[in-house]
């Protein structure tokens, strides 16, 4: 395994009172040699917070998609606290975080230098969680990887990262354009974030026609996958080495959507992906149920039980 003095760790976004400082505390004590980089917003309290450089950058703030779930896209607040975190890098490998995900074990950077065979668009594999990779075989969203961490080579890091930051028509688009295939609660944006950042990157390699967030071609699901399993490493979530502490990650029991370990797995070994049928099945059964709950008027009341931690 690489020691953790070719490490860097970037780690992303506001500070979270009495979380963030325990997330930099255990990446000290797991990578005691690595470089750490906190790069937040101007105004933050880092006092008593260890790190090797902090960079404060202007917050260019949140657009409120919908004010009664308080949905908000903070996509640019991702890109520019990551962009600008991944200048000050001095180092080989970067594990790019959040500043409110915790880690509890180093076994994903062990099964990465177990696994990390050739990469089609890479210099090398990235890692990413399987948590919120979501399966376009269930859900009709496309090029969608999860952006809670990465692991990889410095400049494959910086390229993936690289993406403009999204105009605020993007964000509001379907206020303009009908949405006949809404997935969504809050949709205004044509692109989730991680759609976002994956597509402006992909787009400078390959040629892909994808309109807005459920374009869902069998190209398109053809060239996720070939994305997910040609170039990167899927790594499953597990309480065991890793603690989100913003919220439970299966609050709203969507699992079965994830593209999991075991589907990258399988498609690298040339075989079927296992049990799409009954997980198609319950994703249908949950956009029935979601339906039956806002024609009931009762789904503001579930959501408010379920953000305070009632059920679930």
Known sequence: MLSDSDISVVMQGPIASGVTGKCLSAIRSLLPHAEIILSTW???????????????????????????????????????????????????????????LELLSLEFL???????????????????LDHFTRNCRIIPVPFSPSDWLMFGRYEDVCQYYAAPLMPLEEMLYFKC???????????????????????NFLCKKWSIKCSDYHDNTMENRMLTERFLTKSCLVYPYNEKEFLFHKYNPDRFCDRFTLFTQDDWQAIVTG??????????????????????IEWLGIKEFLREIIKRGKIL
């Open 42 to 100: 101007k105004g933050e309290d880092v006092s008593g917070i260890s790190f090797d450089c902090l960079v404060q950058s202007e917050d260019p703030g949140a657009v409120e998609l919908n004010a009664k779930t308080d949905d908000r896209n903070n996509i640019n607040r991702q890109l520019i606290s990551t962009q600008q975190g991944l200048l000050h890098v001095s180092r080989k490998y970067v594990l790019k975080i959040r500043t409110d």
């Open 271 to 292: 075989n079927q992906i296992p049990k799409v049928r009954w997980r198609k099945m319950l994703y249908r059964c949950r956009m029935r149920t979601i339906s039956l």
């Open 110 to 128: 062990e099964y990465y230098f177990r696994h990390n065979i050739s990469s089609e668009v890479f210099s090398e594999r990235v890692l990413i």
């Open 177 to 199: 354009h009908e949405d006949r295939q809404s997935l969504f609660s809050a949709p205004y944006h044509r692109f989730v974030p991680e759609q976002w950042i994956c597509l």
